[in-house]
T-cell receptor, first 119, second 113 residues
Framework: EAGVAQSPRYKIIEKRQSVAFWCNPI?????LYWYQQILGQGPKLLIQFQNNGVVDDSQLPKDRFSAERLKGVDSTLKIQPAKLEDSAVYLC?????????????????FGPGTRLTVL | KNQVEQSPQSLIILEGKNCTLQCNYTVSPFSNLRWYKQDTGRGPVSLTIMTFSENTKSNGRYTATLDADTKQSSLHITASQLSDSASYIC????????????FGAGTTVTVRA
């Protein structure tokens, strides 16, 4: 079974530039997550999709971050404009969690992440 | 506020030795606790999951324990190998409608030959 795919793996940009990350979840997984992981910290949820609808985006800095999940499959996360403090690894995860799944023990499968450096 | 605290922040052990990582949480109401292993440059991978009624769970040389009364968990690594060098993250799920996850900052383990 193919895992969660992310691209690019690394990205270096200057502050105030724009950047976009792409995620392809495991086939059939209903739920998709974007996390921000700053060096030395645990992942922080940015946004959660259930199919193509947003479930939770309470920690997404909406003035500069945006995300979409077209057709309930692939997703893109965009930062515009980037700030120095956005330097982090951006992790995408997916889980089977759907209407009939046991949400309490639903496992999230993570992609390798995109390491963003903002200069 | 739901929090997850891990200790130590990092540790170095010799190959073949054992080690224990700690996780304390304040997440309430509690649903389940997972330990994830995150290799450098990769995403976290789930090692174990424990619900309220479980107090121990093993996955090969990894054994996790849970004390739901004191809200503490530990991850014990037996006979460490070089491939165990990674960050170990404790993740606690709240028993709410969205089962929101709270992540610890992780413990970085370095195994040396």
């Amino acid at each position: 079974e193919a895992g969660v795919a992310q691209s690019p793996r690394y990205k270096i940009i200057e502050k105030r530039q724009s950047v976009a990350f792409w995620c392809n979840p495991i086939s059939g997984h209903a739920t998709l997550y974007w996390y921000q992981q700053i060096l030395g910290q645990g992942p922080k949820l940015l946004i959660q999709f259930q199919n193509n609808g947003v479930v939770d985006d309470s920690q997404l800095p909406k003035d500069r971050f945006s995300a979409e999940r077209l057709k309930g499959v692939d997703s893109t996360l965009k930062i515009q404009p980037a700030k120095l403090e956005d330097s982090a690894v951006y992790l995408c995860a997916s889980s089977p969690m759907g209407r009939l799944a046991r949400r309490s023990t639903d496992t999230q499968y993570f992609g390798p992440g995109t390491r963003l450096t903002v200069l | 506020k739901n929090q997850v605290e891990q200790s130590p922040q990092s540790l170095i052990i010799l190959e073949g030795k054992n080690c224990t990582l700690q996780c304390n949480y304040t997440v309430s109401p509690f649903s389940n606790l997972r330990w994830y292993k995150q290799d450098t440059g990769r995403g976290p991978v789930s090692l174990t999951i424990m619900t309220f009624s479980e107090n121990t769970k093993s996955n090969g040389r990894y054994t996790a324990t849970l004390d739901a009364d004191t809200k503490q968990s530990s991850l014990h690594i037996t006979a460490s190998q070089l491939s165990d060098s990674a960050s170990y993250i404790c993740v606690v799920s709240a028993n709410s409608n969205d089962y929101k996850l709270s992540f610890g900052a992780g413990t970085t383990v370095t195994v040396r030959a």
